[in-house]
């Protein structure tokens, strides 16, 4: 199966504030996402990840993407600049680009953290 997801912002303390996350802290936020993810995500499931995946975290990228199940793919978000420079937590991804397009059943997708014009 494959899954979306973006903006997880994983260690980034201010995104509890910002994103009305209901968590106490950024410990908390963490555990729950893994958790959220891991009952959903199986590991032959394909997870696109659209951008933001962790910023300013105390833990290693690689401390969370290990936890996590599935087949991961990287679409770069603005938030990504730390994680991209980090070549252990790197070895998570199957893919990694600024820009990605998907069949998924007969539907092909185009995956961009950045919004882009809509033509009909």
């Known amino acids: 199966m494959i899954f979306y997801t973006a903006d997880l912002h994983f260690g980034h303390r201010s995104a509890i504030k910002f994103d009305n996350r209901p968590f106490a802290d950024v410990d908390e936020m963490d555990s729950a996402l893994i958790n959220l993810w891991n009952q959903r995500i199986g590991n032959e499931d394909h997870v696109y990840i659209i951008g933001d995946f962790a ?20 679409v770069i978000g603005n938030h990504d600049g730390k994680l991209l420079k980090n070549a252990a937590a790197m070895r998570y991804f199957e893919s990694v680009d600024k820009m990605m397009h998907v069949l998924d059943d007969s539907t092909q997708i185009c995956l961009c953290h950045f919004p882009l014009a809509e033509w009909i």
């Open 55 to 74: 910023f300013r975290n105390e833990k290693s990228e690689e401390w969370y993407l290990q936890q996590l199940k599935g087949h991961k793919h990287l």
